[in-house]
Structures are given as structure tokens and as C-alpha cells.
């Protein structure tokens, strides 16, 4: 097994993967006590993540009512989780530059998507990342929404 990462290169492997193009994750929210997990595709911009989906969606509404997610990115042996707060919601035909990255990076553009379609922008507050059980310790990468490293 190879050696645990610090934290630098722990962050690097975050901001790579948050970065890369088809960022696929899974979006956990909540209604009281009912959760729901759905696969969202996201754009990080200016540390930030958005989210393109349907106002109506139990996402949009979820986030709309408790304001929270967790983020989930890559397989179980390489773990990147984001818990964050909704920042603000975007109209996808008032998003601009963040807007034309999101269809740039991405495979579809939410902006045909229609009125009811909007970003949700969310800001991470912790950020944790792992591989292995050895990679436990340390995992902490963000706190608060700032940088440990």
C-alpha cells in the first residue's frame, strides 16, 4: 500500500477532481427526516460549486428549505465529501460567466434547459478527503469554510 498523502497533496487531488471536466457527483439533501441522493453534474467557480437543476426537483426544494447539502465525489477507495450551504440560487438565463463555464467544462448546457431550470450555488463549509483507512487521520482539509492547508 502505498504511503498516506499530506494534506497539500490532499488538497490538490480536491481542487483537480472538483476541476476536471464532467465533474459527476452525488448531492445528498433532506426533507426533515426524508433524505434524498441524486447524481448532479457541478462546476467549481470561484470556490464554489454549482448545481444546474429544476426549481421543482426535491434537490432545489431541499436545498431551498434547510439551506444544506453533502457532496460526494469519486469511487469508495478515493473519497471527496463537501458539506456546504446554498449560497444562493441562480436563474440558468442570468448566469453569465459562470453559466458559459458550466457549459464549456460540461456535456450539456443547462441554459436550453428552460425558465424552470436554475443553478444552485453552493459554499463549501468541510471538506474531507481519503483513499484508505490510513488515510483517516488527517482527512480534514477544510473547516469553516476555509483552508487547513
Known sequence: MAEPRSKHQRKTDVLARLSAPVTDAWVATADGDLPYLVPLTLLWH???IWLATALRSPTARNLAASGRARVGLG???DVVMVDAVLAGTVPV???GEAGQAYADRNDWDPRTAGDDYAFLVLRPE???AWREVDEL???LLMRDGAWLV
Open 126 to 128: 468541510r471538506i474531507q
Open 46 to 48: 470561484d470556490e464554489r
Open 137 to 139: 487521520p488527517g482527512r
Open 93 to 95: 438565463a442570468e448566469s
Open 75 to 77: 469511487a469508495t477507495r
